[in-house]
């Protein structure tokens, strides 16, 4: 079972070395490559798999490259007596890692309490600095709680400081058609607000299980 991950970034040199060379598993199941001083630690830290943070991708190997990511790894490291950080700061040591840190994936919290207190803003919004006691074109019931769309000071903030949100709406309430990349620790698809508008991948919709139909790297990515 995977305790944690970590990620390094390998030396261009080392990373060639990594990928010709011959991956396998011990006895007990930690990742070798066949470097004496790599398979050392792994054996140390229980590193049970190892792979390309960024996976290859034909259709986009040259630009990975090109950004140095084909460089970047993620260990997958069972409970040695050892947390994240420390794992991480033994390898940076390492000649032929030049970065290494925790890795931590993400993941939705679903403990978000909707019963939490909302902020009796609901009926009105902000057009031009003013407030107009006008039905909210959003129908999120805690819009109201969200400062940086429409800032009116409730979180005890700047009265502005925000993004001016309504006025935008009131020009523009988005076009099919425009593609929005989220750069960012995700998004959850299944969202009552985001469902009806999320981008389909329609190669690999369209494309056969567990294979990466439209060559991206990535398998079965359906959004």
Not at 90 to 111: L, M, Q, R, W
Not at 191 to 203: G, K, M, P
Request: with cysteine; charged share 25%; proline share 3%.
């Amino acid at each position: 079972m995977v305790a944690y991950n970590i990620k390094v970034k390998f030396t261009e040199d080392f990373a060639y070395e990594i990928e010709n060379a011959s991956h396998s598993l011990t006895e007990k199941g930690y990742y070798h490559v066949g470097n004496k001083a790599l398979d050392s630690l792994n054996d140390v830290f229980h590193v049970v798999g190892m792979e390309r943070l960024f996976p290859y991708s034909k259709k986009f190997d040259k630009r990975h490259r090109r950004h140095s990511l084909h460089l970047w790894y993620k260990l997958k490291i069972q409970n040695s007596g050892y947390n994240d950080r420390q794992c991480a700061s033994v390898y940076e040591k390492c000649g032929f890692i030049t970065e290494a840190e925790a890795y931590k994936p993400k993941a939705f919290n679903d403990s978000y309490d909707a019963s939490m207190e909302r902020v009796g803003l609901e009926s009105t919004y902000l057009v031009d600095d003013l407030i107009f006691s006008t039905p909210s074109p959003f129908n999120d019931p805690f819009i109201s709680a969200q400062w940086h769309y429409q800032n009116l000071g409730q979180s005890g903030g700047t009265i502005g400081a925000d993004i001016d949100l309504f006025n935008a709406w009131s020009i523009q309430q988005g076009d099919p058609s425009v593609v929005v990349a989220i750069i960012d620790g995700g998004l959850d698809v299944n969202h009552d607000d985001l469902q009806a508008n999320i981008w389909e991948n329609i190669q690999e919709i369209n494309g056969l299980p567990g294979v990466d139909d439209d060559g991206n790297g990535y398998v079965d990515d359906l959004n």
